[in-house]
């Protein structure tokens, strides 16, 4: 029998709140000299806190933390594509930039740039906003290339501002500012340097940066910006607080994109992240974030029989077809630069496939001479894994929004969100008791299932709960990456969500039309 998930304990200091009667809140510059920097032990042992949900008058259990003053109401729906800057001079000597202006982008930084560009380059924006500062506003000026449309600059999107850091290398800033720079590390969300919280003001300005977004005519917008404030965009888009600082990763030129839906009677709209730090690298080759010896890597199982991009419950037990035998060997591909340690997967066919494809590149990556000896990959079946039988018993399979689409698991009813969250939870436990096992320095975990299981495994990672199943998106042969760089029992880092580039021309379009298109 699998164990179930316990529960999670978290210290009071990171979990604030809100009261639904109060207004925003908003930033305290002010004296913080003398906070207590919390152990490094305490700050790699818990797992982010699971947000306060108060439901407002849509039923939108994110909107509470995006401040009690709502998104503005938008009449159609709007897909936000943000990209991170190139690599800059600074990025490249480790030292730390923050809002100045001195950086530009390396030869390397142009070049990711001029990738990110042929990446959009078949996509339309109406409008591109970008940072003021040169680094961000080089790279928006080479993805947007030849068109025509308004590049508008927002101050909002300059990058954190972190004070008397600016300018300093990493070792410069530990020598001179000692305890500061500690809580810098380990407690980002409560570091105060100068009389200023800078992730508290950098979380108000990324809400501020939303409502000029969302409240410009546009239905494809195009921001070009900076790593943390990239995050606190993304995080405050789906109702996280402060304390997710580091915990979704943003590679240079690593592309993160938004949906919003119209909300019910005029209200803030619906919104779903449809992928997250799309890189123009591998998303398993080193990059952005802290190193790391154990990894998660969900994998989504390929299109099956009935051509479906992902197919509902009620089609049976399908197999891949020609579409998904491509996806699994793509992905498999993809994964040859890791030395995968297991592959578990749900016991339907089409995950199967999916694994078998994986263990068997993976048992020949390293058998190229006539003499070697396979690697051998251990294959696992997990029955907590299998989510169709569950979502069988939904009766919303009518339902307005297509399956799948963003908002689809949000009409889902109660008591199938319930048992669909309770069964990931003790896969979750059960993948993390896989990542934990063992004697081997490194360890990666493979996990093949359908994309519904793997939202939910995202939102236990996060410490969240079954509202936000719906804040999440993921397609057919993608894979999503969680990084545990203080090993299985510390926070679980988001490297990427529903990445599809290793797809190549059977991938996911990044400007992909929103819901309420005609022609969707």
């Not at 963003?406 to 309770?422: F, N, S, Y």
């Not at 939910?456 to 057919?476: I, N, P, Q, V, Y």
Request: aromatic fraction near 6%; hydrophobic fraction near 40%; include cysteine.
């Amino acid at each position: 029998m699998l164990s179930s998930t316990s529960a999670l304990v978290v210290p009071n200091l990171l979990l604030r709140r809100a009261d639904p009667r109060a207004g925003p809140t908003r930033a305290r510059p002010g004296r913080c000299g003398l906070l207590a920097v919390r152990s490094a032990s305490s700050s790699v042992t818990q797992k982010p806190p699971a947000p306060a949900i108060v439901e407002d008058r849509d039923g939108d259990p994110a909107a509470e933390l995006r401040g009690s003053a709502k998104f503005p109401a938008i009449r159609a729906a709007k897909r936000v594509v943000l990209v991170r800057h190139g690599q800059s001079t600074w990025n490249a000597e480790g030292r730390i930039q923050g809002s100045s202006d001195f950086a530009v982008l390396t030869k390397k930084g142009e070049a990711q740039a001029e990738t990110s560009r042929l990446m959009l380059i078949n996509d339309s924006f109406d409008v591109c906003f970008t940072s003021p500062l040169a680094r961000s506003k080089r790279t928006a000026e080479i993805i947007w290339g030849a068109r025509e449309e308004d590049m508008i600059s927002e101050s909002d999107l300059r990058e954190i501002d972190l004070y008397s850091f600016q300018g300093l290398l990493k070792h410069e800033g530990k020598a001179k500012f000692g305890t500061a720079f500690r809580q810098w590390q380990v407690d980002a969300a409560n570091f105060c340097i100068d009389g200023h919280y800078p992730v508290r003001e950098l979380w108000q300005r990324a809400r501020d940066c939303w409502n000029k977004i969302l409240a410009h005519e546009s239905r494809s917008v195009l921001v070009v910006a900076h790593n943390a404030v990239n995050q606190a965009l993304v995080a405050t888009a789906i109702g996280l607080g402060t304390e997710y600082f580091r915990i979704l990763l943003q590679s240079n030129c690593g592309v993160s994109v938004l949906d919003f839906t119209p909300g019910a009677e005029g209200g803030s709209p619906f919104i779903c992240l449809n992928r997250l730090n799309q890189t123009p690298a591998s998303p398993v080759a080193a990059g952005a974030g802290r190193k790391t010896s154990k990894r998660i890597i969900l994998i989504c199982h390929g299109v099956t029989e009935s051509g479906a991009e992902v197919t509902f419950p009620s089609h049976g037990n399908e197999t891949l077809n020609l579409l998904g035998i491509i996806q699994s060997q793509k992905i498999a591909e993809l994964l040859l630069d890791l030395k995968v340690s297991s592959v578990i997967s749900s016991p339907r066919s089409a995950s199967i496939e999916t694994a078998m494809a994986v263990s068997k590149v993976q048992e020949a990556a390293d058998c190229l001479g006539a003499d070697c000896v396979p690697r051998y990959v251990e294959m696992k079946q997990m029955q907590e894994l299998e989510c169709e039988s569950i979502l069988q018993q939904s009766k919303k399979d009518a339902a307005p929004v297509p399956f799948l689409q963003p908002g689809w698991l949000k009409q889902q009813e109660d008591e199938v969100l319930t048992a669909l969250w309770d069964q990931s939870g003790r896969a979750w436990q059960s993948l993390l008791d896989e990542l934990s096992g063992g004697s081997e320095p490194e360890k990666v975990v493979a996990a093949v299932g359908h994309p519904v299981a793997h939202i939910a495994l995202m939102g236990h990672c996060l410490g969240l709960t079954k509202e936000w199943m719906g804040s999440f998106h993921l397609d057919t042969g993608s894979i999503s990456v969680i990084d545990f760089p203080d090993g299985p029992a510390g926070i679980g880092v988001i490297r990427c969500i529903n990445y599809t580039a290793h797809l190549g021309r059977w991938s996911i379009p990044i400007t992909r039309p929103t819901l309420d298109d005609e022609d969707f």
